[in-house]
């Protein structure tokens, strides 16, 4: 019999604390989006469902090329998701509202020293915007989003569920070839698939998504898996019929690309992802204006002050 409050009850208590503030962060921000198909758009006028999941392959790509951290990533797709959900924008702004977001998103949860400034930045991107066009759209973002760019995502989820079994069983990777960091990126690749294709990371919660695919790793080699998804279902209170839906999705979803190699998993009591190339953090290229360069400390001394005030506050 699992319990996930009998075993190793300060880290289990930690784990389940965690859980619980990710699960209310999810409650207040997460709603199901959606896209229009090709057949019900006008591909001139209306961003659908097939070109939002090339702008998310690029973000992918981005991710690798600067060295960022998979949790940039999956914070870049939740603000373009939720910007593109709130305003009509047309399919030749993408690439703009793209790097913007993703650069949002470095600029929240990356080392200061990682995040090149926004001219370098622009010109290794390609991503055929100018630097001033780039701030703009950025401006446009954190308005319609309210400066929040918080989100609770599905590898924040999946990091959790997989810490809470590991403490629970242990030994649970004993006899096999596998390693729990190499599960973890293995985990992390296939969600990276799903996230990429619409139809399942849209329609479900990320709590849900990140449990059907660790509900589906667990079924390869553990013959208790089925005890454990119920488990962890009843604690995100979920029903079994949804997640099996969900699983379904899952595994219909084809894995477009992976994950780069260089990522490997430090256990810390975050549990956090960190990268192992080098930072780098090139010298500084001069701005075209001293304009676009206030611009750009605004917005990032912006982000900083903000989450700096609110974590004081919590504390």
């Not at 859980?19 to 989006?33: F, I, S, V, Y």
């Not at 950025?138 to 599905?154: V, Y």
């Not at 729990?180 to 990276?192: C, E, I, K, W």
Request: net charge negative.
């Amino acid at each position: 019999m699992l319990d996930f409050e009998d075993r190793k009850p300060m880290d289990i208590k930690q784990l389940t604390t965690t859980l619980g503030e990710a699960l209310n962060r999810e409650a207040d921000l997460w709603k199901p989006l959606s896209y229009k198909t090709a057949s019900l758009m006008a591909a001139a006028t209306e961003i659908g469902g097939e070109q939002r999941n090339q702008a998310v392959r690029w973000l992918a790509q981005l991710t690798s090329k600067f060295h960022f951290m998979p949790e940039t990533f999956y914070l870049s797709v939740n603000i373009l998701d939720r910007f593109l959900q709130a305003v009509k924008a047309r399919p030749k702004h993408l690439n703009c509202i793209g790097v913007a977001a993703f650069y949002l998103a470095a600029k929240t949860g990356e080392e200061d020293e990682m995040v090149p400034g926004t001219l370098e930045f622009v010109q290794e991107s390609h991503c055929g915007c100018s630097m001033s066009e780039v701030l703009r759209m950025e401006r446009c973002i954190l308005d319609k989003l309210h400066w929040d760019l918080r989100a609770t995502t599905p590898l924040h989820f999946l990091q959790i569920f997989h810490s809470l079994l590991m403490a629970n069983c242990p030994n649970l990777l004993d006899g096999f070839s596998i390693t729990t960091s190499s599960q973890l990126t293995a985990l992390t690749n296939r969600l990276q698939s799903v996230v990429i294709n619409t139809t399942a990371y849209l329609r479900y919660p990320p709590s849900v998504l990140a449990l059907a695919i660790l509900s589906l790793e667990m079924e390869k080699f553990w013959p208790n898996w089925y005890e454990a998804t119920v488990r962890l279902a009843y604690i995100v209170q979920v029903e079994i019929s949804v997640l099996k839906q969900c699983k379904q999705l899952v595994q219909q979803t084809s894995p477009y690309m992976v994950m780069p190699t260089g990522f490997i998993y430090v256990p810390t009591s975050t549990g956090r992802i960190y990268v192992t190339s080098g930072k780098r953090k090139a010298d500084e290229l001069d701005t075209d204006s001293e304009d676009e360069m206030a611009d750009e400390e605004d917005i990032y001394d912006g982000i900083k002050r903000l989450y700096s005030e609110e974590t004081a506050i919590e504390a």
